[in-house]
């Protein structure tokens, strides 16, 4: 049975966090830190039966560090397609 798709996610964010000031301050971390998230989220994925996510990409580059990472090592199985930078009008979403 072919594995599930992921068709609009973003690696690097916290789903679960609510608190919209601790969303914001996130969106300063250090790239460390999403990157252990986008991690974490690729592993939650994998349990939960997907095997290819489209993250719809962020402003730091996680989106394409984490499909090299998982690319190359092999980890996960499960596939990652990101895209480049969205584009936005100033002060707008998406």
Request: cysteine-free.
């Amino acid at each position: 049975m072919p594995g599930l798709g992921e068709a609009h996610a973003h690696l690097f964010l916290d789903g679960s966090e609510l608190d919209t000031t601790t969303r914001n301050a996130y969106l300063s971390a250090e790239p460390a830190q999403m990157m252990a998230t986008a991690r974490e989220n690729a592993a939650k994925s994998v349990r939960a039966g997907v095997t290819l996510v489209r993250d719809a990409g962020d402003k730091y580059g996680i989106n394409h560090e984490i499909r090299r990472e998982l690319k190359e090592s092999r980890s996960l199985p499960i596939g990652v397609r990101s895209p480049a930078l969205g584009l936005k009008r100033a002060k707008r979403y998406g």
